[in-house]
């Protein structure tokens, strides 16, 4: 009874169709009468006997043991067109599920011609196909066999063949006729011919034989590369039915999330980013712990001097300089620091800084001239380098000519030397760059771990998605090496008074020091408001107390203008002079990152 019906899985329906009709109705072969009691139903065939003696022919025979093995014995009668060797094809894989494949082992191959002697056969992937190359030389007719596993099937109600015994041949074949034997009598059957993927219905089909206990399919006229698939439904029990599956890799597949994989992935991400966490608040615990002193820090920085005129002096809080305050602020020496320090220098007497004339504020430029230094002023390691690395056995150097000098390449042992300070000085343990790049390093390894994990479990597993836990992990650590660099207790407590100094600079006004050394106190603080990004507001106060303080208005103790300047020009001098600084320092390759 011909069955239209889709190829492959879509056979399915129209066999479950047919079991359902052969269960209330007689069966009736089309075109053809039903056979009397003992009689078999004759074969059809589309190429009379005698019509044409070179048309080529494929007689296949497939027989289902006990086992659920199938084994196939072929007939193939050659004609002239068939070629000295003639190829094949056999259904050898086709899409199961998301992730897996159905195959069809084939094994056992072998090829015999009329006379029984052994033919060469090689076979050959071709896709979803497996050709069966028969190297027939003159051979008018040969006969291959082969065994073929995992072709059935369960289902709902039986046990299902379906496969593809022609994956296209090499030469045009007149007519293909395939039988299907099983321990127990087919309930339903469906076919198609064609094109890959075509759904047509090939030529005919029946159950005939004694008893209706074989399956029978003919199709006529198939040319080079076109395919005939068969369905055949059976009872329960009539053999064993496991299809044999191959995983296939898929992106989707891969990163399936599952409740495994999403616990997984799950406790992964929360052990690690929250050992991560713990491990940022225990080393960051003496610095929350006397962060509270800033608050009740005594943060006037002024002490009174006996005998001085006035009897005050800036005091820094714990003595310590800009540049090491803002190393310890950030635990990185940037370019900052270096600008606060030079600044500072010149503040504290050992060099002016002249604005030379100009006509545009974009051509503008100074000169540092080297002065007797204070006699009671001892420079740390970290200034001395930075003075050499500015004059370099000179007096004088305009600032633009840093650029060109070795003056980058001199800083870089002067951030060197920052970091040591904070070593010598007890405030971290070790230096706070060696630190945070041993962690980068280790969040860098981390990640590069993660990424071989997820590669090798995406293409071995279903559970690359819990490697991601670990590529996240190492991306964390990595942009977590920043807070790892931890304060001492000594060197927290210094941080605390530094925020209790910062605090004073926000609010301070110019009635807390008393006038006519303003303009003394307020160049010490200036450095320091650099350093707390507060440059603006201080530059302005110190160029108003210099304009009623200094009768000269022409210049600061450390700074001088060119001839029209005046005092009230400083607040945008000094801006023009941080930034150009700060450009020459980011030049240098140790502060380009930080610029």
Aim: charged share 20%; aromatic share 6%.
């Amino acid at each position: 009874m011909p069955m239209t019906a889709a190829p492959g899985r879509g056979a399915r329906a129209a066999v479950a169709v047919c079991a359902a009709a052969l269960a209330v109705l007689p069966w009736s072969a089309p075109a053809a009468a039903a056979p009397r009691d003992g009689a078999e139903t004759p074969e059809a065939h589309t190429v009379p006997e005698g019509a044409d003696a070179d048309a080529t022919t494929v007689d296949i025979r497939l027989r289902i043991d006990s086992e659920g093995v199938v084994h196939a014995e072929e007939t193939l009668e050659f004609g002239s067109g068939a070629g000295a060797a003639f190829t094949r094809g056999l259904g050898a894989r086709e899409d199961y599920d998301t992730d897996r494949d159905r195959v069809f082992p084939v094994e056992g191959v072998r090829a015999r011609d009329g006379s029984g002697a052994e033919l060469p056969v090689r076979t050959e992937e071709n896709g979803d196909a497996l050709d069966l190359v028969v190297e027939r030389g003159d051979a008018g007719s040969a006969v291959l066999t082969y065994t073929v596993r995992g072709a059935l099937e369960e289902t709902g109600d039986g046990v299902e063949l379906e496969w593809t015994p022609v994956a296209g041949y090499s030469a045009p074949v007149a007519e293909t006729n395939v039988r299907v034997d099983a321990p127990m009598p087919p309930r339903a059957l469906s076919c198609t011919a064609g094109d890959p993927r075509s759904s047509i219905y090939c030529t005919s089909s029946d159950m005939g034989g004694h008893g209706a206990e074989t399956a029978r399919f003919l199709q006529a006229r198939m040319e080079p590369g076109q395919r005939l698939s068969v369905a055949v439904a059976y009872p329960p029990g009539t053999a064993p039915a496991e299809p044999v599956l191959d995983r296939t890799w898929s992106l989707t597949s891969a990163f399936a999330i599952t409740p495994v994989t999403g616990s997984v992935f799950g406790l992964l991400l929360v052990g690690l980013l929250g050992g991560l966490a713990a491990l940022i608040r225990i080393r960051g615990q003496d610095e929350r712990a006397l962060r509270t002193e800033s608050g009740a820090a005594a943060n006037v920085p002024l002490a009174p001097v006996p005998g001085l005129p006035g009897g005050i002096r800036f005091r820094p809080p714990d003595g310590v300089h800009p540049g090491q305050i803002g190393t310890l602020i950030d635990e990185q020496a940037d370019v900052v620091d270096i600008a606060a320090t030079v600044v500072d220098l010149a503040v504290r007497g050992h060099y002016t800084i002249e604005e030379l004339p100009h006509d545009h504020p974009a051509s503008v430029d100074w000169v540092l001239s080297k002065r007797v230094p204070p006699a009671d002023e001892e420079l740390l390691p970290y200034e001395r380098m930075l003075m050499d690395a500015l004059f370099e056995r000179r007096v004088k150097v305009r600032l633009s000519h840093l650029r060109r000098g070795g003056f980058g390449a001199r800083l870089g042992a002067v951030r060197d030397e920052l970091y040591r300070d904070m070593v010598r000085l007890k405030w971290f343990a070790r230096r706070p760059n060696v630190t945070r790049n041993r962690w980068a390093t280790a969040g860098i390894g981390l990640t590069a771990a993660g990424v071989a994990l997820t590669v090798v479990l995406a293409a071995f597993t279903h559970a690359a998605f819990t490697g991601l836990a670990v590529v996240i992990a190492g991306a964390a650590m990595t942009l977590g090496a920043q807070y790892m660099p931890a304060k001492t207790a000594k060197g927290s407590s210094v941080l605390a008074h530094a925020m209790g100094f910062r605090a004073f600079l926000m609010s301070a006004e110019a009635e807390h020091v008393p006038e006519g050394h303003r303009v003394e106190l307020f160049s010490r603080y200036l450095p320091y408001a650099l350093i707390f990004d507060n440059v603006d507001r201080w530059a302005s106060v110190l160029a108003a107390a210099g304009e009623r303080e200094e009768s000269a208005n022409k210049r600061l103790p450390w700074y001088e203008g060119p001839e029209e300047w005046h005092v009230g020009d400083f607040a945008e001098s000094i801006r023009a002079f941080v930034v150009t600084l700060s450009g020459v320092v980011s030049s240098a390759r140790h502060f380009r990152a930080l610029g």
